[in-house]
């Protein structure tokens, strides 16, 4: 059996009110910041390689084990 759940007016009146408080002038989402996701291209696997051996570099100049 499914249970549903109905909004009462004491919920609806907290959720309202909490959207006026955190968004007065409406909630709008931004849009990205341009760019482009290099992740999971070659370009951005190196990028990851390369921040690795660097962060492993430091944790052995500080006497860190890798």
């Known amino acids: 059996m499914a249970v549903t759940h109905q ?3 004491t919920g609806l ?14 909630y709008q989402s931004k849009p ?7 992740r999971f291209t070659p370009k951005g696997q190196a ?5 690795f051996k ?3 570099a430091r944790l052995v100049s500080q006497g860190g084990e890798a």
Do not use: A, H
């Not at 009146?13 to 409406?26: A, E, Q, V």
């Not at 990028?47 to 921040?51: A, D, N």
């Open 7 to 9: 909004p009462t007016e």
């Open 13 to 26: 009146s907290i959720i309202d009110s909490i959207k006026r408080r955190y968004f007065p002038n409406g």
């Open 32 to 38: 990205r910041s341009g760019g482009v996701d290099y």
């Open 47 to 51: 990028e990851y390689r390369r921040g």
């Open 54 to 56: 660097l962060s492993m």
